[in-house]
């Protein structure tokens, strides 16, 4: 799949210092390390967050303080592909897994999930970034893109790998509770 300069867009509530200054903004990723704001109406650019280079795509938990950054290449220029923490309010970066693809947070933002290739699914704690239970390789073999149905009870897992299916979990026992297969 070819990756595209800017990541994907979404709305989030930005939080600066005082609380009557909340705003809804939209972010977009650049690959060269930044985060761009915009204001969601007028698309009038506010500002940037400078983040690690290739950072492809962007998270966020419900209330918009910690941005979750996946595929960045770390400080050191060593490692590919990190999934890191950004809280808004500290400025602190946390690296949380290396190697790492996309990114996808709980509906509570209590979880945040990650893929190493076809090892389960990670799972890790939203506030204290300590790993979790993961989703083992043996329940979820595929390379997935993960959504969390709305309440956060299930976790759909789309995969071409290693056969096309839709995989729904169980979020809570990190069991797989239907496989649709058969596409063409």
């Known amino acids: 799949m070819k990756r595209a300069g ?29 985060v761009e704001v915009f204001d969601p109406v007028t698309l009038a650019p506010i500002g940037s967050i400078h983040v690690l280079p290739l950072a492809n795509g962007i998270g966020s938990n419900p209330d918009g303080r910690i941005l979750y950054i996946p595929e960045g290449i770390g400080p050191d220029f060593k490692g590919c592909c990190a999934l890191y923490a950004l809280n808004l309010e500290t400025r602190r970066m946390t690296r949380l897994v290396e190697p790492s693809g996309g990114v996808t ?22 506030r204290t970034f300590e790993r ?11 390379v997935y893109d993960l959504y969390y149905s709305p309440d956060g009870h299930l976790l759909f897992g789309a995969t071409n ?24």
């Open 6 to 34: 800017m990541g994907i867009l979404f709305l989030l509530l930005f939080f600066p210092s005082k609380e009557q200054d909340k705003q809804l903004v939209l972010l977009a990723t650049h690959r060269v390390g930044r």
């Open 132 to 142: 979790e239970a993961p989703v083992p390789r043996s329940v979820a073999p595929g």
């Open 105 to 126: 947070v709980s509906p509570d933002g209590n979880h945040v999930l990650t893929q190493r290739g076809n090892a389960g699914i990670e799972v890790y704690d939203g």
């Open 161 to 184: 790998w290693p056969q096309p299916s839709l995989d729904i979990f169980d979020f809570a026992s990190r069991q797989l509770v239907r496989k649709v297969s058969g596409f063409r």
